[in-house]
């Protein structure tokens, strides 16, 4: 069986594509059949979280480039980066995944973290997007910590 055990940071042409959730895509070892149908074993190192547009590099030389399928998740925006900084406190301090960005936090749909962040006065939206939340201190694979390759 083919196997893939490289990950790329991103693809340049990739032979087909695999599309994967958030969960899914948290692998070590496992049997995966890409989008057009290359079966081939994912075994990598350790496990870790395939985020969207990286690539695996199949032992034949071939890409098979990684999705994120949207998910239904929870869009939460402050009334200023100090705000913002402060819910997402309450959201690590209640171990959340969360994808982090400049302006907004996702984290997973959750009606319960929604009401208790409406009660901190976040402005709380359900959004359907790709999810690739931030890894781990113990990990080793937070965002930067994965080379840069180029095939």
């Known amino acids: 069986m083919i196997r893939a055990t490289e990950v790329l940071s991103h693809t340049h042409g990739p032979a ?3 599309t994967l959730d958030e969960t899914a895509r948290h692998r070590r070892r496992m049997v995966l059949q890409s989008d057009g149908g290359i079966e081939f074993l994912l075994d990598l190192p350790a496990a870790r979280l395939l985020r969207h547009g990286e690539g695996l590099r199949l032992d034949d030389g071939r890409v098979v480039e990684v999705r994120a399928v949207p998910e239904r998740l929870i869009e939460v925006r402050g009334r ?5 900084l402060a819910l997402t ?16 936090v996702l984290i997973r749909h959750d009606p319960v973290i929604a009401d208790m962040l409406r009660g901190l006065d976040a402005t ?4 359907e997007e790709p999810f690739d939340p931030e890894g ?7 965002h930067g910590a994965h080379a840069h390759h180029h095939d």
Do not use: S
């Open 16 to 18: 087909d594509t695999i």
């Open 136 to 142: 781990g201190a113990y990990d080793g694979h937070g």
């Open 124 to 127: 709380v939206r359900d959004v």
């Open 80 to 84: 200023d980066g100090r705000h913002l």
């Open 89 to 104: 406190w309450q959201i690590g301090n209640r171990h959340l995944a969360a994808q982090i960005e400049g302006e907004r």
